[in-house]
Each structure stands twice: as structure tokens, then as C-alpha cells.
């Protein structure tokens, strides 16, 4: 697969104070992640790779499932193992990646699934069991392209039952007392995201980009940016059991004003494009895509999650839209 640059996209939302956002976000096309039935897989595929974190080998298979089963993780390491349903109230750690693991069973847990769940959501898969043979997902490149390579060879199928489509009703707010913030807007339609980022390291700095959430969009400008970290943070986080699988092959790694990868950048916004991905991964832990616009300011995996807490902590901030009943009803329940 061709891994392309970007089409130009000049935002008009610059994701600041509150006070200077403008009302709403612009309608999105009615394509890609708006379809109006569920989708799936057409075939099971398999990779294998290095976990991120753990650093240990993994082998991944995407398998498809039928409606309203959702986006489902099974260790097949453990065999006696129900599958983790991907979901915002599953999630147990937001360390520089998002874990996620069962209510009943707190051990059995998969970590780093953002870098997947964002080709899920920008393919518009609705329902699919990843068995895993591990604690962490393979990091492949470091970004979201090798997993919607996957997508694309496995191909996709649409399924009769209708999609279903989490529209927000009001604003929700949750902020850090660094100053990082992330919101939800009410939108005309679609999924459109914007996000910001301000890091001490030169190279990065203050950084922005905002975007529709369609298939074309996501491959054009965000699928591709790989995580990164700074050289300084390094020792720290093997210390603390983390990025033992991290290596220049799947993250940048920078210090000061230097990018130390031999390839560079292959986009020179690709920090704040990066974070954006993952915002697209993490928030498809609603359970459904959103009818609604996201702004984040430093967000992260962390803020994400508790972005998603806020949403469901009120019925007044949400409804079901793209079904034949668009009454409120419950939440795809626990596995």
C-alpha cells in the first residue's frame, strides 16, 4: 500500500480558549463512516508483531462477526477467556496507551488498541472479534496504516441491520489543570475532530490540525503518523515496563529540536496528526461512531476516556440516531 501525504485542509475551528470556538461544526459528506448499515469483515486475517509496550510477539486475527456484536478483543492465549467488548467503561489504564480488560475479570486485558480502533472506525467496521495471543496489540509501523492495510485486504461487507449512530445533544467538557482540555459539540451530521498540542521539545512545539472523519481523509491525513516520544523519557518509561517493543522502525524519537529516525517526519505535522488518530481510535469506544464535533487541547488517551464518561453520565447529552427506533435504549451490554 501507498502511504500518501495530505491533502491540504485548512481548519477554521482552532481548538484554544472556549471562549473563541465558534458554535457547531460544518457538516460532513455523508460518506465514509456515515453509511446506514453495520458493517463487518468479509474474511479473517492475521498479522504478527512486536507489542509496543510489552515488547512481546504477537499474533493478531481480525475475524468478522455478525450485527450488533461490536468491536470485541479474545485472548486466545487463554482459552477459558469471554472477549473484552471495546468500550469506554472497559477501559483500566490510559498510560500512553489505551488498556482495556473485563469487568469480571480484571487480568485478562488488551493494551494499545487505539492504533487499531481507528482503522476500525475510519473503515466504518461496526462488528469484529480480534483474537489476540497476547497482552497488547502488534505496534507494526507505530501508526494506524498497516492495520487499514489489513482492513482493506480482509475486505468489507455491509450487513442488513441498521447502523446506529451516537448523536450529542449538548456540550461536554472535560479538562486538566495543565490547561488540556476535551469537548464534544453537537453537529449537523458526521464526525469531524480538531486538536492541538504545545510540547517543551522544539521539533514538536505548538502544533494543530482539524478534519472530517471520513475513510479518504483518515488515510490522506492521519493514518500514517506514527507515534513518538522524546529520547529523555525513554529510560523512565522501560523502568516503568513500558515501550520495551519501541524502536525507530515503529516511533519517532526525538530531543530538542531533532527528529533522531534516519527517515525524518513524512509529514512535518505529524505529532499533532498522531494525537488526532488517536483520538479517532479512542473515542470509538463510545460503542458507535459520533454525530459530533471534537476538540482537544493536549488531549490525551486519558482525557479521551473521561471525555467519553462525561458523555454517558447524562441522558439529557445523548440519543441514538439511524435506526428504524431511534428511542433511547440501553448501551450494547457487557459480554
Not at 149 to 160: E, H, K, M, R, Y
Amino acid at each position: 500500500m501507498q502511504i500518501t501525504a495530505e491533502t491540504p485542509f485548512k481548519a477554521s475551528i482552532v481548538p484554544l480558549p472556549l471562549s473563541t470556538i465558534s458554535q457547531g461544526f460544518p457538516t460532513v459528506p455523508k460518506k465514509g463512516t456515515n453509511i446506514s448499515h453495520q458493517g463487518t469483515l468479509k474474511q479473517s486475517i492475521t498479522c504478527v508483531g512486536t507489542g509496543l509496550h510489552s515488547g512481546a510477539r504477537v499474533q493478531m486475527t481480525l475475524n468478522p462477526a455478525p450485527s450488533d456484536h461490536g468491536i470485541a478483543f479474545k485472548r486466545s492465549d487463554l482459552p477459558a477467556s469471554l472477549p473484552i467488548i471495546a468500550r469506554h467503561d472497559h477501559v483500566v489504564d490510559t498510560r500512553l496507551s489505551t488498556v482495556i480488560a473485563r469487568p469480571d475479570a480484571p487480568t485478562i486485558r488488551v493494551a494499545t488498541i487505539e492504533h487499531l480502533m481507528a482503522a476500525l472506525h475510519a473503515n466504518g467496521i461496526d462488528n469484529a472479534l480480534i483474537e489476540i495471543d497476547g497482552p497488547e496489540t502488534p505496534v507494526l509501523d507505530g501508526s494506524a496504516a498497516e492495520f487499514d492495510f489489513l482492513i482493506q485486504c480482509a475486505g468489507a461487507v455491509t450487513l442488513n441491520s441498521a447502523r446506529r449512530v451516537i448523536e450529542v445533544l449538548k456540550p461536554v467538557h472535560v479538562e486538566d489543570d495543565n490547561g488540556a482540555f476535551a469537548e464534544l459539540r453537537p453537529a449537523r451530521s458526521g464526525f469531524a475532530l480538531a486538536m492541538s498540542i504545545d510540547f517543551s521539545a522544539s521539533v514538536i512545539g505548538q502544533q494543530r490540525h482539524a478534519m472530517p472523519l471520513t475513510l479518504e481523509r483518515f488515510r490522506q491525513e492521519v493514518g500514517f503518523c506514527r507515534t513518538f516520544v522524546e529520547r529523555k523519557e525513554i529510560e523512565a518509561l522501560q523502568q516503568m515496563g513500558l515501550a520495551r517493543g519501541g524502536s525507530l522502525d515503529n516511533a519517532i524519537v526525538v530531543e530538542d529540536d531533532t527528529v533522531l529516525n534516519p527517515c525524518g517526519l513524512r509529514h512535518p505535522k505529524e505529532f499533532v496528526r498522531h494525537k488526532l488518530m488517536d483520538a479517532v481510535g479512542d473515542l470509538y469506544l463510545a460503542g458507535h461512531t459520533l454525530q459530533a464535533g471534537f476538540m482537544g487541547h493536549k488531549s490525551g488517551h486519558g482525557l479521551n476516556n473521561r471525555l467519553l464518561h462525561a458523555l454517558f453520565a447524562s441522558p439529557a447529552n445523548w440519543r441514538f440516531v439511524g435506526s428504524e427506533n431511534e428511542a433511547r435504549t440501553e448501551l450494547r451490554a457487557s459480554a
